[in-house]
């Protein structure tokens, strides 16, 4: 009979497996292609199995989020470091670009995930807190209003120029004029 610890860690893999699956088949055919019964076919598991682990897809795509949002801080704290506001803005929409069924699993797809609140996952409070290091500088207003509207914005831009809904010549300029907006001029001292 197998030890207790390597049937979890058996358990573990089969649950990654499945999130490996469904983010793979999600960026490959989009996630209406993502169904339980295609992903126990992809894995070789049956439908009982995967609910064995995720109570719907919509628990499945939740998990294939906080992937999303752990690489996503990485994405932004790169490039804030790397030129602040402006690179944490261009790193946002590059990613958003880059990773659209995962961008769709973090911010379009029904989840369970919680935002802004005491039972929000560890993951989405570290991207977040990632735009608000590079907001607060910025602003003399509640930062963290401020971040949320900085990111919405951003959401916003990233949303619209993947729908073609926005001239797409234009849209480095839209990037840098958000910022530009958030940047407060220095004050010169004389």
Do not use: C
Not at 58 to 69: E, H, R, S, T
Not at 178 to 183: A, K, P, R
Request: no cysteine; hydrophobic share 45%; aromatic share 8%.
């Amino acid at each position: 009979m197998p030890s207790e610890s390597r049937r979890e860690r058996a358990r573990a893999e089969r649950r990654e497996l499945i999130v490996r699956t469904a983010r793979e088949l999600a960026e490959a055919e989009g996630w209406e292609a993502v169904t339980t019964r295609r992903l126990a076919e992809q894995v070789d598991y049956s439908q009982p199995v995967l609910y064995g682990h995720f109570a719907n897809m919509d628990a499945i795509a939740a998990a294939v989020a906080l992937q999303g949002f752990e690489e996503l801080a990485v994405v932004l704290r790169e490039g804030r470091a790397g030129d602040g506001l402006r690179g944490l803005a261009k790193a946002y929409l590059r990613y958003a670009e880059e990773h659209p069924a995962m961008y769709d699993a973090m911010f379009v797809r029904r989840t369970d995930l919680v935002f802004g609140a005491t039972e929000t996952p560890a993951v989405l409070r570290q991207a977040f807190a990632e735009i608000l290091a590079a907001v607060t500088p910025h602003v003399t207003t509640d930062a963290e209003t401020a971040t949320e509207v900085f990111w919405g914005a951003l959401h916003g831009q990233a949303t619209l120029n993947r729908g073609a809904r926005m001239r797409p010549e234009h849209r480095q300029a839209r990037a840098d004029l958000l910022v530009d907006l958030f940047v407060v001029p220095a004050v010169d001292g004389g």
